[in-house]
């Protein structure tokens, strides 16, 4: 079965800091990959998601991950983070039997 | 268009009372999914129904838990005995196809219940 490994539990950066959350998994086959976002007080959202062709994908609110498959990583980014940036981050794999595994999560606080 | 429904938002009980969570997923979804999310870690699948046929079951502890999805379109999650362990949050989610779809569907979440077992 899959795994999902985030690296960061906890992430405070300043505004217009640059942000990389660090997501590995584990799994032989074909994968497709997720960043998911809970905003404080919210449900979780899409961010983006990468299932084949280019591997640098751009999600929504300025965010980027790359997929790199031999890393078996999905790392998320973006240049210049916002105050309204904060929240909790999962990464997640979809590589079996449409069964969704999910990191641990990284929560990121950006200071104003 | 309307989101993933669930209720109650909040629920405690105490151990081995019994508690149910009520889903209604995004018109028209035809998969639906129960996650437990421990506090400090990430949603983990419990069941998920494609229609109201149960597609994977293998995660759910089904000495106490039990989910139906009698009509394709709600679902109920029940826990009877509740532990101490089970408190967490249960979120609901659901996607257009599931299986159907692949594996590159979005999943919508709705707002999940906060249980506490005392």
């Known amino acids: 079965a899959q795994s999902v490994s985030q690296h960061n539990h906890h992430v405070i950066l300043s505004e217009a800091a640059s942000l990389e959350l660090g997501c590995n998994y584990s799994?032989?086959?074909?994968?497709?990959l997720f960043w998911y976002v809970q905003y404080p007080g919210q449900h979780l959202q899409l961010l983006l998601k990468?299932?084949?062709?280019?591997?640098l994908v751009k999600g929504i609110k300025g965010f980027e991950a790359e997929f790199i498959k031999s890393k078996f990583s999905f790392n998320l980014r973006k240049p210049s983070v916002q105050w309204s940036d904060t929240a909790e981050y999962f990464c997640?794999?979809?590589?079996?039997?449409?069964?969704?595994?999910f990191g641990a999560g990284t929560r990121l606080t950006v200071k104003p | 268009e309307a989101g993933v429904a669930q209720s109650p938002r909040y629920k405690i009980i105490e151990k081995r009372q019994s508690v149910a969570f009520w889903c209604n997923p995004i018109?028209?979804?035809?998969?639906l999914y129960w996650y437990q999310q421990i506090l400090g870690q990430g949603p983990k699948l419990l069941i998920q129904?494609?229609?109201?046929?149960?597609?994977?079951d293998s995660q759910l502890p089904k000495d106490r838990f039990s989910a139906e999805r009698l009509k394709g379109v709600d679902s109920t999650l029940k826990i009877q005995p509740a532990k101490l362990e089970d408190s967490a949050v249960y979120l609901c989610?659901?996607?257009?196809?599931?299986?159907?779809?692949?594996?590159?569907?979005?999943?919508?979440f709705g707002p999940g219940t906060r249980l506490l077992v005392l």
């Open positions: 129904f494609q229609n109201n046929g149960v597609v994977d």
């Open positions: 018109s028209g979804h035809a998969t």
């Open positions: 997640a794999v979809n590589g079996g039997n449409n069964d969704m595994r």
């Open positions: 989610a659901s996607s257009h196809l599931g299986l159907a779809g692949g594996r590159r569907e979005t999943q919508y």
């Open positions: 990468y299932f084949s062709g280019d591997p």
């Open positions: 799994y032989g086959g074909t994968v497709n």
